[in-house]
């Protein structure tokens, strides 16, 4: 994977040598057709690809969570990771959020920023957010206030003590509030939430943030149909702006979202490619489906 200096002013984020472009040519991510598309924020994603993973390996006390995994996502993609418990779903995404440190491998987030030398809070404050299965609001606190507490903005004592919300500011949580359709819960306390409304809180918290790319864990588990329903349309709407990798089991809800669909299994990707694709790969069904 190739780099260019970033600004002085963040010297904590380790590159690799300048970019050459001839050695590019045939790489795995061209082969599963990743867009060329633009996105904005400053990130450097000139080839279209916003997450590079190459080669992660994690290993606990001699057992390979993560063996040899490569994985590509692209700009504004909406991907399904999909596999058998134990997978390693979840410590791919300790991995790409800064949590669990690869024994080997490179993980870049654009072209630039290695992941493997970042703290926790340099990923998210970069633009990854993640979103774990449970939802975790402060319950005591309005669904606004949770919005307003989620901005990006200085986080400091004397700056929370100081903050007033400018028009702009009000206006993107608003605007939040209709995307998350919460609306008419906009100064209902969080704790009196039904779950799959605490769910769509917690994705609004995450927006509130301006990620580049959202790790969904299990979305939709204890849903309603209606909410479920919402939730792939809230999803797809989301899909471009931002680029999504959602891990879930609901094979119907996968369905009704994935672009690309990746399977895990025993820490490296078995198959990928559409969900009929990979539905009708046998591979896949002896180890996950046919279960």
Same mark, same amino acid.
């Given at each position: 994977?190739?780099?260019?200096?970033?600004?002085?002013?963040?010297?904590?984020?380790?590159?690799?040598?300048?970019?050459?472009? &001839?050695?590019?040519?045939?790489?795995?991510?061209?082969?599963?057709?990743?867009?060329?598309?633009?996105?904005?924020?400053?990130?450097?994603?000139?080839?279209?690809?916003?997450?590079?993973?190459?080669?992660?390996?994690?290993?606990?006390?001699?057992? %390979?969570?993560?063996?040899?995994?490569?994985?590509?996502?692209?700009?504004?993609?909406?991907?399904?990771?999909?596999?058998? &418990?134990?997978?390693?779903?979840?410590?791919?995404?300790?991995?790409?959020?800064?949590?669990?440190?690869?024994?080997?491998?490179?993980?870049?987030?654009?072209?630039?920023? &290695?992941?493997?030398?970042? !703290?926790?809070?340099?990923?998210?404050?970069?633009?990854?957010?993640?979103?774990?299965?449970?939802?975790?609001?402060?319950?005591?606190?309005?669904?606004?206030?949770?919005?307003?507490?989620?901005?990006?903005?200085?986080?400091?004592?004397?700056?929370?003590?100081?903050?007033?919300?400018?028009?702009?500011?009000?206006?993107?949580?608003?605007?939040?509030?209709?995307?998350?359709?919460?609306?008419?819960?906009?100064?209902?306390?969080?704790? *009196?939430?039904?779950?799959?409304? %605490?769910?769509?809180?917690?994705?609004?918290?995450?927006?509130?943030?301006?990620?580049?790319? *959202?790790?969904?864990?299990?979305?939709?588990?204890?849903?309603?149909?209606?909410?479920?329903?919402?939730? +792939?349309?809230?999803?797809? !709407?989301?899909?471009? %702006?931002?680029?999504?990798?959602?891990?879930?089991?609901?094979?119907?809800?996968? /369905?009704?979202?994935?672009?690309?669909?990746?399977?895990?299994?025993?820490?490296?990707?078995? +198959?990928?490619?559409?969900?009929?694709?990979?539905? /009708?790969?046998?591979?896949?069904?002896?180890?996950? *489906?046919?279960?």
């Amino acid at each position: 994977m190739r780099g260019v200096p970033l600004p002085a002013a963040r010297p904590e984020f380790m590159l690799e040598p300048a970019f050459d472009p &001839n050695r590019d040519a045939g790489s795995s991510r061209d082969a599963i057709g990743l867009g060329q598309r633009v996105i904005g924020k400053g990130l450097d994603v000139r080839h279209g690809t916003l997450l590079t993973l190459e080669d992660i390996s994690v290993s606990f006390d001699g057992f %390979k969570a993560l063996n040899a995994l490569n994985l590509y996502i692209g700009v504004g993609e909406l991907r399904c990771i999909i596999g058998p &418990n134990g997978a390693g779903k979840t410590t791919l995404m300790d991995v790409i959020t800064g949590k669990t440190r690869p024994t080997e491998g490179k993980a870049w987030f654009g072209e630039t920023l &290695n992941l493997t030398q970042m !703290s926790e809070v340099q990923i998210a404050q970069a633009g990854i957010g993640r979103k774990f299965q449970k939802p975790t609001v402060f319950e005591a606190l309005s669904v606004f206030e949770n919005l307003e507490l989620a901005q990006k903005t200085d986080k400091s004592v004397w700056a929370c003590l100081c903050a007033r919300l400018s028009g702009e500011q009000k206006d993107r949580i608003d605007e939040v509030l209709e995307t998350i359709r919460l609306v008419s819960s906009t100064h209902r306390q969080a704790g *009196l939430l039904s779950h799959g409304q %605490k769910q769509f809180l917690e994705i609004g918290m995450l927006l509130m943030q301006d990620p580049q790319l *959202l790790l969904l864990d299990e979305p939709v588990a204890g849903m309603t149909d209606a909410e479920t329903e919402f939730t +792939a349309e809230l999803f797809k !709407s989301l899909a471009g %702006k931002h680029s999504l990798m959602v891990v879930e089991h609901d094979m119907g809800f996968v /369905g009704s979202i994935a672009d690309h669909v990746t399977v895990l299994h025993q820490g490296s990707v078995l +198959a990928e490619g559409s969900l009929e694709q990979v539905q /009708g790969d046998d591979r896949v069904i002896e180890v996950y *489906l046919g279960r």
